[in-house]
């Protein structure tokens, strides 16, 4: 069975950084394609940020664009999404979810397996 943790959220000012990590387990890592998504109150949940298997091809939402990174470390099975310059409307639950496809998707549907979330809030 595939887990993932994600750790590293937390209240931080307007202006600050975070990084979030994603720890997943299982042996198969190195083969899904892993997604960051963000869900606020009263919202639909989002892909902020998408990257494939070997790490090549990346995703970011135009609203997070040239402020957040995605990246993978095959060899601890970690995926980590690095925010900076953050916003209070970055404020949101976020989760990592892998997909056994390995290729890039924004698409919810697409990733079989969820983290339990990690709340950032971000005042200002």
């Known amino acids: 069975q595939v887990q993932l943790v994600e750790s590293g959220g937390g209240l931080v000012q307007a202006g600050d950084f975070l990084r979030l990590s994603c720890a997943v387990s299982?042996?198969?890592?190195?083969?899904?394609?892993m997604g960051w998504f963000r869900q606020a109150p009263g919202k639909e949940r989002e892909c902020v940020a998408a990257?494939?298997?070997?790490?090549?091809?990346?995703y970011y939402a135009d609203s997070v664009k040239g402020r957040f990174t995605i990246s993978r470390d095959n060899a601890k099975n970690t995926v980590f999404l690095r925010m900076n310059s953050l916003k209070p409307e970055d404020t949101a639950v976020y989760y990592c979810?892998?997909?056994?496809?390995?290729?890039?998707?924004?698409?919810?549907?697409?990733?079989?397996?969820w983290g339990q979330g990690t709340q950032v809030t971000v005042s200002s």
């Open positions: 979810a892998a997909a056994r496809n390995g290729l890039i998707s924004i698409r919810l549907e697409e990733y079989a397996y």
């Open positions: 299982g042996r198969t890592f190195r083969t899904y394609a």
């Open positions: 990257i494939s298997w070997s790490g090549d091809s990346t």
